[in-house]
């Protein structure tokens, strides 16, 4: 699986018509899937005071993405596969 990130932050109207903006941390595509995934953050914190990340898949039209809920156990797995990959290179990289 390759990691790539094309953009930096991408805004999204919520049903009250405010808009958020969330910071792409990375995108990657998945040969078992055969899909395009993305990992943001609007970097709220949650109650424990850990940044809130989110995933979903993803398709781009005329440079729009096109965001889908992960649902299927399957595609969870292998996000979090990569989820925990990430983590541990940013750890090893900080030591």
Do not use: C, H, P, R
């Not at 109207?13 to 941390?25: A, R």
């Not at 005329?62 to 983590?87: C, H, M, P, R, Y």
């Amino acid at each position: 699986m390759k990691k790539k990130k094309e953009y930096d932050y991408f805004t999204v109207k919520d049903s009250k018509g405010n808009e958020i903006e969330y910071e792409i941390l990375f995108t990657f595509e998945s040969e078992d899937t055969s899909k395009s995934y993305i990992v943001y953050t609007d970097n709220e914190t949650d109650k424990d005071g850990m940044i809130k990340t989110y995933a979903s898949s993803y398709t781009e039209n005329d440079g729009v993405l096109n965001l889908t809920k992960i649902e299927d156990e399957k595609e969870w797995n292998v996000v979090e596969k990569i989820l925990e990959q990430a983590s541990e290179e940013m750890t090893n990289n900080d030591n």
